[in-house]
């Protein structure tokens, strides 16, 4: 069932002057994070930078799912890449652009064209995305099986 808005997310960070950031929300298994390898980091650990594409990603691939279902549309597989670009924008650091590239496959014989407006409709309505300044590409593909 879903909840009247607004509703209200909670996440905190804690950590002390070197090593590991910890990333909670209440209920949620702990994310342990730290610098990109762009900032000094190892690069084998979650960052800003990666956690920001991840939850657009994840962000669309629920939408889709939801979008999906209200339009009563079967589908087999979903992959959602996002390339977030960080750059210096009027001298302060930012994503100036996100890219984001999907691969949908359905069933052979599957409305294909359905499939596409589907994906065009997750990409307009995934409020991760709506939430960002960044200009956005996005590219979808259907592939029938």
Known sequence: MIEPFP????????????GDVAVNSPGLATIVAGPSAQFGGTGA???????LPAALADCFVLTFRAVSAASMFGWQRLECRVEGVLDRVDRQLRFSRIRTTATLTIAAGADALKARRLLDKADRDCLVANSLAAAREFTGEVVSV
């Open 45 to 51: 650990q979650w960052s800003p930078e990666t956690l």
């Open 7 to 18: 509703h209200v997310y909670h996440a905190s960070a804690e950590a002390q002057q070197t």
